[in-house]
C-alpha cells in the first residue's frame, strides 16, 4: 500500500523547511535508510532518510520551495501502483491532480514534435478563451507581494469592469484592487489573509462556464492576452480628457468620487482630480482615467520664465563662475531571499527584545594573569586553549554560585536549573547558530576546548544536530576576535541571560598608586528582569571577575 512522506520537524522551533535538494526521482527504488532529500531547516541544512522502503511514486514539492512541517512531500509504495488514495487521504489529492495533466502534457507534446502546427495551437486556443486572468498588480515601488485582506465577490459574482475586486494589503496601505473586467468572477487564488507575489494570479474573469484550466496550466500567456485590453484602456480614456481644453484646477479634490488607486496615481503625478472626467458608474474616477489623463498645454508660465531669469542675470553683479567637477554615479542593489535560517532568528530574537524586559550591567575585569596563565597551560597542554574557553569555564563555575543567573521565565513559573549547560554563539554565513557545551562546570579547559572546535567546525560545515543546538541554561556571545570595545547582545530564550565578551584592550590602569599597561576586557550581562534583578546580576559577574583575573581558582 503506498505510504505518503511528510516534511519531518527536525528541531524543537521548525515550523516549515525548504527542499534544498531531492537525492531520488521518481520511478527510483528506495530503501529504509536511504538520503531521499536535503532539508534547510531554520538552524541547518539536513540529511532526510527515508523509513519505507518502495518505488518513489511521487514529488510533491520542488526544489528550493518551502512547506510546513507535516506536509505531504512525496509518496512511496510499489511499482506502478495507484497512489492517489494515499495522497487524497494525506491531503495533498489537489496537488496530484495538477500534476498528472502537467505530466501528461510533455508526453503528447513529444509525440506530436514533427507537427510544428500543433505546437502552436495551445497558444491560439488561449487567446481565444473569454476570460481574462486578473493579476496582482504593483501597487507601490517598493512591493514585492501583497496580503489578500478581503475579498469583495465570491466565484459565480457578476462584476463590472470597475468594480473594487479586492482589498489588499501592500508593504504601505491598504488598496482596492480593479479588474478593469465584466463578466464573471470565474477563479479566485488565494484566500483572504494569504499572500500573493506581484504579478502572480489573483483571479479570473469571464464568460460564464468558461473552461479556465488551461490559463491556469499556461499563466505565462496570460499577461499577453491581457495586454490588448490595458493598452484600449488608456486610449477611450484619453478621449474626454482631451476634449476638455479647461485649464487645470487647484481646488481641492477630496471630495471628488475616485477610487483609492486612482486617487493615489493621481497624487503621484501631480493631477487634480477635479479636472479627470471620471468613466465608471456615477461620474467615479478609476485608474484607467487617471492614466489616460492629459493636462492643458501651459506655454505663458515657461515663456515668462527665461525673461525673469534673464532679468536677474543682468542686474547681479559679475562673479567667476564655480566650476564642480562632473560625477556620475550608478544606482547599484543586489537582493538574497532570507533563508529559513534569518527567518528564525528574526522571530526569535524579536520575541526575546519586546517579550522579556532587558537590563544591562558591564563590568571591566583585569587580564593580566589570564594571559599569563593561558601561556603556560598552552606549553603543557594537548590542545591550545583560547580565552574563549577561559570565559566558558569561569562562565559555568560562577552559575553554580548563583543559580538565580541559571535560570528561565516559563510564564506561570520560573525554573532554576541545577545543571550547566552553555550556549557559544557561533557567526556562520547565513546566520547565527548556538551550540551547547552540556555540563560545563565539569569539563577541563582542553575538553571545553576541543568541543567547542568541533560544534564550530561543524556549524561553518552545516552538520550541527538539533540536539547539539538544544537545552541551553546560559548563553555567551564572544566578539573579543573582532577587536570589539564593548556591546550588548540579546538574551536566546528561554535562558534568562546572556554574556557579550568583548576583546581584550592594551589600556593604562592604575595598580598600586601607579599608572602602568594593562590588559582590560569588558563584559556585559544582558538579563531577563522579570527573573534577575540588577544586584543578582553584579553579584554574578563580580564572582567571574575573580575568576577570570586570578585563573588557578578554575583549575581546583
Known amino acids: 500500500m503506498a505510504e505518503v512522506v511528510k516534511m519531518p520537524k527536525m528541531s524543537d522551533t521548525m515550523t516549515e523547511g525548504v527542499l534544498a535538494k531531492w537525492h531520488k526521482k521518481v520511478g527510483d527504488k528506495v530503501k529504509s535508510g536511504d538520503v531521499l532529500a536535503e532539508i534547510e531547516t531554520d538552524k541547518a541544512t539536513m540529511d532526510f532518510e527515508s523509513y519505507q522502503d518502495g518505488t518513489l511514486l511521487y514529488l510533491g514539492v520542488e526544489e528550493g520551495n518551502a512547506v510546513p512541517v507535516d506536509a505531504v512531500i512525496a ?118 489573509g494569504e499572500a500573493a507575489p506581484v504579478n502572480g494570479i489573483i483571479a479570473i474573469v469571464g464568460k460564464e462556464g468558461t473552461d479556465i484550466t488551461p490559463l491556469l496550466q499556461d499563466a505565462t500567456s496570460a499577461p499577453a492576452a491581457a495586454a490588448p485590453a490595458e493598452e484600449a484602456a488608456p486610449a477611450t480614456a484619453e478621449t474626454p480628457a482631451t476634449a476638455d481644453a479647461s485649464p487645470a484646477s487647484s481646488a481641492d479634490d477630496s471630495r471628488v468620487k475616485a477610487s483609492p488607486l486612482a486617487r493615489k496615481i493621481a497624487k503621484d503625478k501631480g493631477i487634480n482630480l477635479n479636472d479627470v472626467k471620471g468613466s465608471a458608474e456615477g461620474g467615479r474616477i478609476i485608474r484607467k482615467d487617471v492614466e489616460g489623463f492629459v493636462a492643458p498645454a501651459k506655454t505663458a508660465a515657461p515663456a515668462a520664465a527665461p525673461a525673469s531669469t534673464e532679468a536677474a542675470a543682468s542686474s547681479a553683479p559679475a562673479k567667476a563662475p564655480i566650476v564642480l567637477p562632473t560625477y556620475t554615479g550608478e544606482e547599484k542593489f543586489t537582493e538574497r531571499a532570507v533563508t529559513q535560517m534569518r527567518k528564525a532568528i528574526s522571530r526569535r530574537l524579536s520575541e526575546s527584545l519586546f517579550t522579556a524586559p532587558h537590563f544591562y550591567v558591564t563590568m571591566s575585569i583585569d587580564m593580566d594573569q589570564a594571559i599569563a596563565a593561558r601561556t603556560r597551560i598552552n606549553d603543557i597542554a594537548p590542545v591550545k586553549i583560547s580565552f574563549n574557553d577561559f570565559v566558558v ?61 568541533e560544534f564550530a567546525g561543524k556549524a561553518k560545515a552545516k552538520k550541527l544536530q538539533p540536539a547539539e543546538m538544544e537545552g541551553s541554561t546560559f548563553t555567551i556571545s564572544n566578539l573579543g576576535m573582532f577587536g570589539v570595545d564593548e556591546f550588548t547582545a540579546i538574551i536566546n530564550t528561554p535562558n534568562a541571560c546572556i554574556l557579550a565578551v568583548s576583546g581584550i584592550q592594551q589600556v593604562p590602569v592604575v595598580k598600586n598608586g601607579a599608572v602602568v599597561p594593562g590588559n582590560v576586557m569588558k563584559v556585559t550581562l544582558s538579563c531577563d528582569h522579570r527573573v534577575v534583578d540588577g544586584a543578582t546580576g553584579a553579584a554574578f559577574l563580580q564572582t567571574l571577575k575573580s575568576l577570570l583575573e586570578e585563573p588557578v581558582r578554575l583549575l581546583i
Open 75 to 192: 509518496v512511496l509504495g510499489k511499482e506502478g501502483e495507484d497512489y492517489k488514495a494515499a495522497l487524497a487521504q494525506a491531503g495533498g489529492g489537489s496537488e496530484k491532480k495538477e500534476e498528472k495533466p502537467a505530466e501528461a502534457t510533455p508526453i503528447k507534446t513529444e509525440d506530436k514534435q514533427p507537427a510544428p502546427v500543433a505546437a502552436a495551437a495551445p497558444k491560439v486556443d488561449l487567446s481565444s478563451i473569454p476570460a481574462t486572468v486578473i493579476r496582482m498588480p504593483a501597487l507601490s515601488d517598493t512591493m514585492t507581494e501583497g496580503v489578500i485582506e478581503k475579498w469583495n465577490f465570491k466565484v459565480g459574482d457578476k462584476v463590472k469592469s470597475d468594480d473594487s475586486l479586492a482589498d489588499v494589503a501592500t508593504d504601505k496601505a491598504t488598496m482596492e484592487v480593479v479588474g478593469y473586467e465584466a463578466g464573471t468572477l470565474l477563479y479566485i487564488g488565494p484566500k483572504e
Open 393 to 453: 569555564k569561569a562562565v559555568a563555575v560562577a552559575l553554580k554560585q548563583h543559580p538565580a543567573i541559571n535560570s528561565s521565565f516559563l510564564g506561570d513559573k520560573i525554573r532554576t536549573n541545577e545543571h550547566v549547560h552553555i550556549g557559544v554563539a557561533v557567526a556562520v554565513d547565513e546566520g547565527l547558530l548556538v551550540p551547547v557545551v552540556k555540563f560545563a562546570d565539569g569539563k577541563s579547559l582542553s575538553h571545553i576546548s576541543v568541543e567547542v572546535k
